[in-house]
């Protein structure tokens, strides 16, 4: 996808599509100069009540023959006139979805002015374009023949002025970014057990890395993660003939002393549930089960293209948990990295297994903050539903910090609690801990669970089962939440 700004007077631009604003039945100032050039034919169609007041509706209107404008697309603000950032999200996904249908080739967006809540003009044009470049993404990896190409190439953003000028370029160029990194969470989300493995994983991060001096890329293998005592790692990968891998980048934007940001993601490419097994119905959508490790190579994808001065650290903890003749049993016993020993109660509770050795060999980098993301727990689903993902912290800062940029980004947290009364459930007769609490406060437990291992620096987890992709029709990797997390590294860096 294209974008591009432009100055010039609105009844000069060519496109195939003028996309205008309309609130109830008064037209944008917009959409005041468009109907005035075509006698009044948008102003008509509004008061015939072809566009409806409801907010998202929209109406496509052809212009006549060899006018600058093919057709103009009318698109229902309703009666708010401040839209909350989630609106102008669900707003804008509904106006791409009939801007395609139209088989445009290009459109004029003229809803740069829309005043939504807490929103820069580089802002919008951020969500804007990632929305927009978003939509152009297919999955077709695993289709005998490729799906027909979407039309539309290329989005002109108007602008009055300069200094409005420079801010949408910015933020187009944030959004085209951004979108980058999601088509990459996306597609290795979307892909199959059989052919996204760890090793899959691994190089998938090599082709990121390459022709990019800002990153590096280091791979451990079984034996190397051995040697560090990765043992509650390990045993997730047991039984599988897929090897484990930890996966580990590094984007260098800033001075070495700057201490970094660390992002860890659960790449569970395939969950049987392991000796512990699933029930059959809906487990095809555990090859979305290493969306957190998605996350963070769409993540280092996005900092590669942005060039941010910042210094990030990517890692994958990278198993497929199968029930073979080698798996972990429930009630078996291993020794973490930090030393710490678990009984492994049940053997599908493998995310936070494979997570806590990574959390303990994140310290090596001196990090700042670290911040993990996993499509952990079930229980999040039936605390959040679908809209938010679970954040739990041992830092009110970088809990603050990460509620905002979900706000900011419309790709939202929600807090929960890990106080100290809820460790007791994780109490083993036979380790340091158990790998499960008791049947209430799931995602919670999970949460204290990783905490026990992030005692060295600020940490902060993301459970992101409930939002890291859809069921149903509509079934596929949703990239949320690079969204977030995208606007969290543009705040540090002083550039969102």
Known sequence: MQFSVSRSPISQEKT?????????????????????????????????????????????????????????????????????????????????KAVHATGASNALN????????????????????????????QYSETFSKDKPARTLKRVVFHCPDTATSRQTQTGCAQGKAIASGMAITKNLGDLPGNICTPTHLANEAKAIKRGNKRLSVNVLGEAEMRKLGMGSLLSVSAGSAEEAKLITMQYKGAAASKKPI???????????????????????????????????????????????PINVVGIVASAENMPGSKATKPGDVVTSMSGQTIEILNTDAEGRLVLCDALTYAARYEPDVVIDMATLTGACIVALGFEACGLMSNSDKLSEDL????????????????WDEYQASLDSNFADMANIGGRWAGSITAGCFLERFAKDYQ???????????????????????????TEYLLRRANLA
């Open 16 to 96: 195939t599509c003028a996309i205008v604003a309309v609130h109830v039945n008064r037209l944008s100032a917009e959409a005041q100069i468009l109907d005035k050039l075509y006698q009044g034919h948008l102003s008509q169609a509004v008061k015939a009540g072809d566009l409806g007041s409801k907010r998202g509706a929209t109406l496509s209107l052809f212009m006549p023959k060899a006018s600058n404008h093919k057709r103009v697309l009318l698109v229902q603000i309703g009666k708010q006139k401040t839209l909350s950032i989630v609106a102008f999200r669900s707003l804008l996904q509904t106006v791409v």
């Open 110 to 137: 003229l809803l740069m002015d829309l005043d939504v809540e807490g929103s820069s003009r580089r802002a919008k044009a951020r969500l804007q374009s990632s929305i927009f470049s978003d939509s152009l993404y």
């Open 262 to 308: 660390v992002l860890i993601g659960k790449g569970i490419t395939f969950d049987t549930g392991g000796i512990s097994l699933k029930s059959g119905a809906g487990m095809d959508e555990m090859k979305f089960d290493m969306c957190g490790a998605a996350t963070v190579l769409g993540l280092m994808q996005t900092l590669a293209e942005l060039d941010l």
């Open 403 to 418: 509620l905002a940029s979900g706000q900011a980004s419309a790709d939202r947290a929600w807090r929960l609690p890990i």
């Open 459 to 485: 940490w902060a987890h993301l459970d992101i089962a409930g939002v890291a992709w859809n069921m149903g029709k509509d079934k596929g990797a949703t990239a949320r939440p690079v969204p977030l997390l």
